[in-house]
């Protein structure tokens, strides 16, 4: 597959994924496991959508490497001899890696979502069940930071299938936008999948927007103070994807002519300010 036998510290650099900001505030240990942890991610990823590769052979992979973390035996692998390892050391159930697997494994064959409520559970596998292993080995003390983890696994979970409704419709044909809220607003499928948007799909994204940032807000007021410093990572990225999602909002939803980004200088800006946060408490 894509990724290979490449070491998770590789996957992570060629993926130049805003995590590596948001990790560069870990002890050293936590933020290696976050690394394999991310690689884990990436490559079942990769599996899924790997080109020219059938459905069938991209499903028994995923099997492969769901048996693997679910019975926690090392199969030889530079990225799953470390995932393995994690849920023993963490404390958190081996089914969750399961679970972010079984979401991955949806997109070999879906993709289409009728209702929000099916697509929040997409995005509960693939993101939120991240966001639940990622404060284990962060760190957290509150069990209420779980409910934190999920909102913000939506959040940003979100703010990706915005951005990406022109990538996603031109790459692969999906479209993760329920099906009913297309009916709703008026919008054809053929205004996504030829790229020609309408001002109904302009109110569309609006709504989906206020959608996502409503789940940003969840997630704040359900963090704990005393674990808001063990969170500064998961803060950064909510920093990064937040500001992301101003700026598709700003700039009218352009989804089928850029991906939209935020420049290094304000991701080292927005990495600073949360380190300051977090060491003088201001």
Same mark, same amino acid.
């Given at each position: 597959?894509? =990724?290979?036998?490449?070491?998770?510290? %590789?996957?992570?650099?060629?993926?130049?994924s805003?995590?590596? +900001? &948001?990790?560069a505030? $870990?002890?050293?240990?936590?933020?290696? !496991?976050m690394?394999?942890?991310? &690689?884990?991610?990436?490559?079942v990823?990769?599996? &899924?959508?790997?080109?020219?590769?059938?459905?069938?052979?991209?499903?028994?992979?995923?099997? #492969?490497?769901?048996?693997?973390?679910?019975?926690?035996?090392?199969?030889?692998?530079?990225?799953?001899?470390?995932?393995?390892? $994690?849920?023993?050391?963490?404390?958190?159930?081996?089914?969750?890696?399961?679970e972010?697997? !079984?979401g991955?494994?949806?997109?070999?064959?879906?993709?289409?979502?009728?209702?929000?409520?099916?697509?929040?559970g997409?995005?509960?596998?693939?993101?939120?069940?991240?966001?639940?292993? =990622?404060?284990?080995?962060?760190?957290?003390?509150?069990?209420?930071?779980?409910?934190?983890?999920?909102?913000?696994?939506?959040?940003?979970?979100?703010t990706?299938?915005?951005?990406?409704?022109?990538?996603?419709? #031109?790459?692969?044909?999906?479209?993760?936008?329920p099906?009913?809220e297309?009916r709703?607003?008026?919008? $054809?499928?053929?205004?996504?999948?030829?790229?020609?948007? =309408?001002?109904?799909?302009?109110?569309m994204?609006? +709504? %989906?927007?206020?959608?996502?940032r409503?789940?940003?807000?969840?997630a704040?007021?359900?963090?704990?103070?005393? !674990?808001?410093?063990?969170?500064?990572? =998961?803060?950064?990225?909510?920093?990064?994807y937040?500001?992301?999602?101003?700026?598709?909002?700003?700039?009218?939803?352009?989804? +089928?002519?850029?991906?939209?980004?935020?420049?290094n200088?304000?991701?080292?800006?927005?990495?600073?300010?949360?380190?300051?946060?977090?060491?003088?408490?201001?």
């Open positions: 597959m894509t =990724s290979g036998t490449l070491s998770p510290e %590789q996957i992570t650099r060629r993926a130049k805003n995590l590596a +900001f &948001a990790l505030c $870990l002890p050293k240990e936590r933020r290696r !496991d690394i394999a942890f991310y &690689a884990f991610c990436r490559v990823d990769d599996i &899924a959508d790997a080109p020219d590769v059938g459905e069938e052979e991209k499903e028994r992979e995923l099997t #492969r490497w769901k048996q693997c973390v679910e019975e926690g035996k090392p199969p030889g692998h530079p990225v799953l001899d470390e995932v393995v390892l $994690l849920p023993a050391k963490y404390g958190f159930p081996r089914a969750w890696l399961g972010i697997i !079984d991955v494994a949806s997109d070999i064959t879906k993709t289409r979502y009728e209702t929000f409520e099916e697509l929040l997409y995005c509960y596998k693939v993101a939120s069940v991240v966001g639940l292993v =990622s404060i284990e080995i962060f760190g957290h003390t509150n069990p209420a930071t779980r409910e934190y983890a999920i909102n913000l696994g939506y959040a940003l979970q979100f990706n299938i915005i951005r990406d409704v022109g990538q996603d419709a #031109r790459d692969t044909g999906r479209i993760y936008l099906q009913s297309l709703q607003f008026g919008v $054809l499928e053929s205004e996504i999948l030829d790229a020609r948007p =309408s001002p109904r799909f302009i109110k994204m609006e +709504f %989906q927007y206020r959608r996502a409503d789940y940003y807000q969840a704040q007021k359900a963090l704990p103070p005393e !674990d808001r410093k063990n969170m500064v990572a =998961s803060e950064i990225m909510a920093a990064i937040s500001r992301i999602l101003e700026k598709l909002k700003r700039e009218k939803f352009p989804v +089928f002519t850029k991906r939209c980004r935020l420049n200088i304000h991701k080292v800006w927005i990495l600073g300010s949360h380190l300051i946060k977090a060491r003088f408490g201001r």
